[in-house]
Structures are given as structure tokens and as C-alpha cells.
């Protein structure tokens, strides 16, 4: 069941619906911040008076382009690539680029679109974009890979630039792409433009803690929802899905929180080992040797794998979704409850569907939504654009002190914003809310553009 909307926004969103047939996970990211707008327009008429909802829905520019490559047999491939330039009213478009076979331009709006207030709640002067291919890097060897990447930045790099569009990596775009797509940006430009790209390796202009920012970040947020019920995560068992970069930091951090994590996963199945996950053998495996996470009860005699397992199934005081878009739904959400979880971080992006979100927030569980728990991705990256602008590099101390700070500081807009609109630990219209308002100020104040 969908909540019903505000009267003022529902032909907005039916011309949404209307303007972007096909786009399901679109109009799920729309309706869900659309739900939580409408006492905002009943406090600040200005906002329906410039139209900016209707202007905040339609992205700005949207590029789909074709992507041929060789393999290594000589074969020829076609894939189709994107990138959405959705709103830079407060910076350049910033946003990663995913390379996942389910991409199509409504997977990549909807991410362009959370981006948005995702990175209007970090604080940061970052504007919102998305971008990817339906390309699948599973199996691929480095050199097709390295051809893949060269082949979409010979399009894409007109369109980029440290002021105008400056992308990162998501699902299946870690180091070694951004890699092979900045340089053949650098290549073609004839520019060491550091601040076009984040997500770099050290060496050549990344940041330290990037890498582990959105993991950590998440858990932080968790820590904080937790600590405004003065409880903590210490002694917490958490279950986390995936096990790819936001996965792997999010373990490593509620560790260090003193939490436990009995289970993790990747698409094609679930690890469960009861005395804890050993992180070191879990980064080995996806880290250094890019294989299945099946590997893991190989070598864990101790752990158990379950092939298409369920890994929301797992008993768990903390469930932190790290994989993919609708992974948690109602049923899931259900069990989770039933289960006596407290607590839910997304460090996926809108990984929990509709329905599973009503049920956390009926039971009265800490809910934290992706725009805010897992901002610390993208807020670190801005770190990283601020260290490439003055030539600088922090330590990993600093950046990671930045990263908590701004953190602290999503936690706490959120919690102020959700009270004072009327839904006290509403954290999703906490969210919304704050994130739409600081985006939408800066459109009036542009004016008609
Ligand atoms: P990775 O590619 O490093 O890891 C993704 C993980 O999720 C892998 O374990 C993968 O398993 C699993 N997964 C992906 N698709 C599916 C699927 N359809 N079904 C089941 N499992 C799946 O990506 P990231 O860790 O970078 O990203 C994970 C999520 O976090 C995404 O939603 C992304 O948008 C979001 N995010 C990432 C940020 C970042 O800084 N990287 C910033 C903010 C949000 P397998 O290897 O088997 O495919």
C-alpha cells in the first residue's frame, strides 16, 4: 500500500509518471521524497510558487551514449552508457558511475535523483548527478576492462569537468576503473585535472579514507540513532548484505564499535559464521582476488554458505543493507522485527522497498535512510575535491575526524528537521526535508534557470 500524497503534489507526480514511462525505481525514489514535502509547501509557499518541485524532478541534462569495444578474442561489443546531470543548483554535478547489466535510465534518474539531497545534506557545495552502463565487468579480463573504460570517456569526457560534472565510483566502478577512465580523461583533455574525477588511488590525487567513507560513515550515522535512544553498538550482532566497498567498511567500523557481524553476502549467496566474520579473509577474497564470497566457508570450516541464501533471515540486533536498490522488502522488514532487530543503517542506496520501510518505522526501530547514512561516501569525496584544489593531502586522522564531524551533523539536521516538521525520529522525513530545503533556497535565489 502507497501513501497517499499531499494534494498539491499529486498531479506532480503523475506528471512524473507521465513523463517517464518504464522508470519504476524513478518514481518509487520520487514518491518517497514527494511523501514528505507537503507540510513543507504549507510552510514555505515560495517553493510551490517558483515551481521548484516540478524543476527539482526533471534533470537538468540526461546523456545516453554508445560504447563500442573489442574483447580479447577480437570480438566486437556494444553496450549503452549514461550520465544524468540531474541539479547543480549548490556546486558541479557529483555523483558515481555504475557498471552493473541492470542499468537502464531509470535506475541511473533514481540515483541522480537521491543524490540530490544526499548531497545537499552533507553541507557540501556539490550538486546532484548519476551515470553508468548496462556494461558487466563479471569475468571480464583487466584489458577489456581498461578498453571498456577508455572507449566511455572518449565520449564522456566533454561533458565532465572539476566545475561542471565530476563523477565517482558505485556498483562495479572501485580504483582500478576510475583509474583507466581518468586517464584517458587526462589523455584526451591534455589536463591534469585532478578535481574531475574522485574515488583516485593515492598515489595520483585521491584522498585517504575514501576508500573506507562510506562504510564508516554509515555505522557512525547507526551509532548516533542509537546513541539518541542511549544505547550504543557495542555488543550488537549486525547482518550486513554485499560485500563489496560500502560492506567491507561498514563491517570494519561497527567492529571497531565493538559490534559483531555473523553474516554478509554477495548476489549469489550468504556466508553466516556465528563466531564472527574474519574481515581480513573477506577483503582478501574480494579485494585482492575479485572471487565469490562461497569462498569464504572454503576456508572457514567453522562458517556456513548458503547458495541464494536469504541473508535478512540471519537473527541480528542490526541490519545494514550494503548491496543494491529493493534487496529488503516487506517480507524481509517483517522477519527482521520479529527477530528483535533495533536498528537499520542503508548504505545501499534505497535498498529497503516502500513497504519494508513502513514496517521498521511502525515497529519503532532506528530507520536510517541511504540520502543520510551513507552521505559520508560523497562528503568525503568533496573532502577529496577541497585536498586536490589546494594541492594538499590530510591524513587518514583528519580525514576520517572531517568524516565523523559531518556525520554527527547529518544525524543531528535530520533529527531537528523530523521534529520540527511534525515526525519526531522520522529520520526518511528528516531527510527529505532538510536536503530539499537547502537545494530549494538556492533555485529561488537563482532564479529561472
Ligand atoms: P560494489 O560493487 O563494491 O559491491 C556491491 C556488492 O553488492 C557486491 O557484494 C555485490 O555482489 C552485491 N550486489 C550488487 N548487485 C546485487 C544484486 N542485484 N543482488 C544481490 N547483490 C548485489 O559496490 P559498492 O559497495 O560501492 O555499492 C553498494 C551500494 O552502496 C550501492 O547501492 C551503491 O549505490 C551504494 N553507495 C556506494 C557508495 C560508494 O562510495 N561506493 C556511496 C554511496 C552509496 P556481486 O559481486 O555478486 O555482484
Redo the contacts with the bound molecule.
Keep these: 500500500m502507497t501513501v497517499r500524497l499531499d494534494e498539491k503534489l499529486q498531479p506532480i507526480y503523475q506528471d512524473v509518471l507521465r513523463r517517464n514511462p518504464g522508470e519504476d525505481e524513478f518514481h518509487q525514489a520520487v514518491h518517497e521524497v514527494l511523501e514528505s514535502l507537503g507540510p513543507v509547501l504549507a510552510k514555505y509557499p515560495e517553493f510551490a510558487e517558483h515551481k521548484i518541485i516540478q524543476r527539482i524532478c526533471e534533470p537538468e541534462r540526461q546523456i545516453i551514449f554508445r560504447v563500442p569495444w573489442e574483447d580479447d578474442r577480437g570480438e566486437t561489443h556494444i553496450n549503452r552508457a549514461f550520465r544524468v546531470e540531474f541539479n547543480s543548483a549548490l556546486g558541479p554535478y557529483k555523483g558515481?558511475m555504475?557498471f552493473?547489466p541492470?542499468v537502464y535510465l531509470g535506475i541511473i534518474k533514481f540515483?541522480g535523483f537521491e543524490q540530490v539531497f544526499?548531497n545537499a545534506l552533507s553541507g557540501m557545495p556539490i550538486g546532484g548527478g548519476k551515470g553508468g552502463s548496462d556494461f558487466d565487468p563479471?569475468g571480464r579480463s583487466e584489458s577489456e576492462i581498461m578498453r571498456f573504460c577508455q572507449s566511455l570517456m572518449t565520449e564522456l569526457y566533454r561533458h565532465l569537468g572539476e566545475y561542471t560534472d565530476v563523477p565517482?565510483?558505485?556498483?562495479?566502478?572501485?580504483q582500478r576503473e576510475v583509474g583507466f577512465l581518468f586517464g584517458q580523461y587526462k589523455r584526451i583533455t591534455n589536463r591534469y585535472e585532478s578535481g574531475v574525477f574522485t574515488?583516485k588511488g593515492l598515489d595520483w590525487g585521491g584522498s585517504r579514507a575514501?576508500?573506507e567513507?562510506?562504510?564508516y560513515g554509515t555505522v557512525i550515522f547507526v551509532n548516533e540513532m542509537l546513541k539518541a535512544r542511549s544505547d550504543s553498538l557495542d555488543g550488537k550482532k549486525c547482518v550486513v548484505?554485499?560485500?563489496?566497498?560500502?560492506?567491507?567498511y561498514a563491517m570494519e567500523k561497527a567492529m571497531q564499535h565493538g559490534a559483531k557481524i555473523i553474516a554478509?553476502?554477495?548476489?549469489?549467496g550468504v556466508v553466516i559464521d556465528e563466531q564472527g566474520i574474519d574481515l581480513d579473509l573477506v577483503k582478501r577474497i574480494?579485494e585482492v582476488e575479485h572471487r565469490?564470497?562461497s569462498v569464504y566457508a572454503d576456508e572457514k570450516k567453522k562458517a556456513r554458505y548458503i547458495e541464494d541464501g536469504d541473508v535478512w533471515a540471519v537473527p541480528c540486533d542490526v541490519a545494514l543493507p550494503?548491496?543494491?536498490?529493493n534487496?529488503l522488502n516487506g517480507k524481509n522488514a517483517k522477519k527482521l522485527v520479529e527477530q528483535g532487530c533495533i536498528a537499520v543503517g542503508e548504505?545501499?542506496?534505497?535498498?529497503t522497498t516502500p513497504e519494508g520501510v513502513r514496517i521498521f518505522q511502525d515497529a519503532g526501530i532506528a530507520f536510517g535512510p541511504?540520502k543520510a547514512a551513507?552521505?559520508?561516501?560523497?562528503a568525503t569525496?568533496a573532502l577529496e575535491m577541497q585536498q586536490n584544489a589546494s594541492r594538499d593531502s590530510w591524513t587518514f586522522e583528519h580525514t576520517e575526524e572531517r568524516l565523523e564531524e559531518i556525520m554527527i551533523d547529518i544525524h543531528r539536521r535530520c533529527f531537528e528537521t523530523a521534529d520540527e516538521f511534525g515526525s519526531p525520529g522520522n529520520y526518511v522525513v528528516g531527510a527529505n526535508i532538510a536536503g530539499f530545503i537547502r537545494v530549494g533556497r538556492a533555485m529561488v535565489a537563482m532564479g529561472l534557470v
Excluded: F, Y
Design positions: 558515481g555504475r552493473h541492470s540515483l544526499k563479471k565517482a565510483g558505485d556498483i562495479g566502478v572501485g574515488g575514501r576508500k567513507a562510506t562504510g548484505s554485499g560485500s563489496g566497498n560500502v560492506a567491507i554478509c553476502s554477495d548476489s549469489s574480494k565469490r564470497i550494503c548491496a543494491t536498490q534487496e548504505g545501499a542506496n534505497m535498498p541511504g551513507n552521505a559520508g561516501g560523497v569525496s
